[in-house]
């Protein structure tokens, strides 16, 4: 396989990566400090035709390749963890989640304006009490002539206080199993939707994440997404996309701590001479750069596999678990080359590290990435 971009994808790089540094990055300081959501890099996202990057062009989007959205989402991580993770909940989990199971009607109705970015998306999945155990789900649907009635709460709902569609994985069953949930498209000026303020969270905090009520919400029937009973396995479907997304996100944020240490190491001088001199730091370097260098080869692959059609669960697992351990790894080693300036939120390593460390939990935490790759292998062998 060969993963030389081509025209297209060159370009598209060449173009973020410019925007990045221009305009994203010089901000992740000031959004991490004040909590304020990036508004302005999201608007000129949406302009850009970023936020429908992979959406077909027939219902607003690029319609650009799974080796695309890598991309875009690895150069926004280089610049700010807190608007590279806004930009991948909404195109990898909740417009992915219209993309993929939604009818012609549905996608002209909520994928348009998502993939335009005039409006943004949340994926509502975990609850109080309930993480990776999705049969666990309590919130429920029950039909009411033409209206479903959705009752109970989620929590951790990234984007859900500036979103304006949401696709919430519910019950319509009473009993666990693989046939008892089903995914709806919930808009979040829907009365009995109650949004409480973001958490207060280590890192990322210009991308907000927020608990949310849901007292007798009443959807159309035909807001229900896909198929009755199928909300389980379209949701786990969503989620194998969005481990590529969030890898990307974590080499960026990896290929961020080593261009700030390489840089540190290069202007600081001890004993005489620059700290890159030393045999001990160009050893963290190598290391560093070694393992960004792996990450991005192993989730390039897993897009590409995506992008063929071909099974990519285990191998966008295994990108998810290394990507974004490797992120917190390479940040750890970079404050670690700028000694305590790295402990110091003058230098950028400090939030890079905060930020990155939410990556080996969300979206499936390193734990389920191994339970799911452990599993693939023994039904393989």
């Not at 951790?156 to 994985?169: D, E, H, Q, S």
């Given at each position: 396989?060969?993963?030389?971009?081509?025209?297209?994808?060159r370009l598209?790089?060449?173009?973020?990566?410019?925007?990045?540094?221009?305009?994203?990055?010089?901000?992740?300081?000031?959004?991490?400090?004040?909590?304020?959501?990036?508004?302005?890099?999201?608007?000129?996202?949406?302009?850009?035709?970023?936020?429908?990057?992979?959406?077909?062009?027939?219902?607003?989007?690029?319609?650009?390749?799974?080796?695309?959205?890598?991309?875009?989402?690895?150069?926004?991580?280089?610049?700010?963890?807190?608007?590279?993770?806004?930009?991948?909940?909404?195109?990898?989990?909740?417009?992915?989640?219209?993309?993929?199971?939604?009818?012609?009607?549905?996608?002209?109705?909520?994928?348009?304006?998502?993939?335009?970015?005039?409006?943004?998306?949340?994926?509502?999945?975990?609850?109080?009490?309930?993480?990776?155990?999705?049969?666990?789900?309590?919130?429920?649907?029950?039909?009411?002539?033409?209206?479903?009635?959705?009752?109970?709460?989620?929590?951790?709902?990234?984007?859900?206080?500036?979103?304006?569609?949401?696709?919430?994985?519910?019950?319509?069953?009473?009993?666990?199993?693989?046939?008892?949930?089903?995914?709806?498209?919930?808009?979040?000026?829907?009365?009995?939707?109650?949004?409480?303020?973001?958490?207060?969270?280590?890192?990322?905090?210009?991308?907000?994440?927020?608990?949310?009520?849901?007292?007798?919400?009443?959807?159309?029937?035909?807001?229900?997404?896909?198929?009755?009973?199928?909300?389980?396995?379209?949701t786990l479907?969503?989620?194998?996309?969005?481990?590529?997304?969030?890898?990307?996100?974590?080499?960026?944020?990896?290929?961020?701590?080593?261009?700030?240490?390489?840089?540190?190491?290069?202007?600081?001088?001890?004993?005489?001479?620059?700290?890159?001199?030393?045999?001990?730091?160009?050893?963290?370097?190598?290391?560093?750069?070694?393992?960004?260098?792996?990450?991005?080869?192993?989730?390039?692959?897993?897009?590409?596999?995506?992008?063929?059609?071909?099974?990519?669960?285990?191998?966008?697992?295994?990108?998810?678990?290394?990507?974004?351990?490797?992120?917190?790894?390479?940040?750890?080693?970079?404050?670690?080359?700028?000694?305590?300036?790295?402990?110091?939120?003058?230098?950028?390593?400090?939030?890079?590290?905060?930020?990155?460390?939410?990556?080996?939990?969300?979206?499936?935490?390193?734990?389920?990435?191994?339970?799911?790759?452990?599993?693939?292998l023994i039904?393989?062998?």
């Amino acid at each position: 396989m060969d993963f030389t971009f081509n025209e297209e994808q060159r370009l598209l790089q060449e173009a973020l990566h410019n925007f990045v540094d221009k305009e994203v990055k010089p901000k992740a300081r000031h959004v991490d400090e004040t909590g304020e959501f990036p508004w302005e890099s999201i608007h000129r996202l949406g302009e850009m035709g970023m936020l429908g990057l992979n959406v077909p062009e027939k219902y607003g989007g690029a319609g650009a390749d799974e080796i695309s959205v890598a991309i875009f989402l690895e150069e926004l991580g280089r610049g700010c963890g807190s608007t590279g993770l806004i930009s991948e909940a909404h195109l990898c989990l909740a417009t992915a989640a219209i993309n993929m199971f939604g009818s012609d009607e549905q996608k002209q109705r909520y994928l348009i304006p998502l993939a335009q970015g005039n409006t943004l998306g949340a994926l509502g999945l975990t609850e109080p009490g309930t993480g990776t155990d999705l049969q666990g789900i309590r919130t429920t649907a029950r039909r009411e002539g033409s209206e479903w009635v959705i009752s109970g709460s989620k929590m951790w709902m990234t984007n859900a206080g500036v979103a304006g569609t949401t696709i919430l994985l519910c019950r319509t069953r009473p009993e666990r199993g693989s046939h008892s949930l089903s995914q709806f498209i919930v808009p979040t000026d829907t009365p009995g939707f109650h949004v409480d303020p973001p958490e207060k969270k280590m890192g990322l905090h210009g991308c907000w994440s927020h608990a949310v009520s849901l007292d007798d919400v009443r959807v159309p029937l035909d807001n229900l997404l896909g198929e009755e009973g199928k909300g389980l396995h379209q949701t786990l479907a969503v989620l194998d996309g969005g481990r590529i997304g969030i890898g990307a996100l974590s080499v960026g944020l990896g290929q961020a701590a080593l261009e700030a240490a390489l840089a540190y190491a290069k202007e600081r001088k001890t004993f005489g001479q620059p700290l890159v001199n030393h045999q001990a730091i160009q050893f963290k370097l190598a290391d560093m750069a070694t393992k960004v260098y792996v990450a991005r080869r192993a989730l390039y692959h897993a897009a590409w596999l995506k992008e063929q059609g071909q099974p990519f669960t285990k191998e966008g697992a295994m990108a998810k678990l290394f990507a974004t351990e490797m992120a917190e790894e390479v940040a750890y080693q970079a404050i670690q080359i700028h000694g305590g300036y790295g402990y110091s939120q003058e230098y950028p390593v400090e939030r890079i590290y905060r930020d990155a460390r939410l990556m080996t939990i969300g979206e499936g935490t390193s734990e389920v990435q191994r339970m799911v790759i452990g599993r693939r292998l023994i039904r393989e062998s």
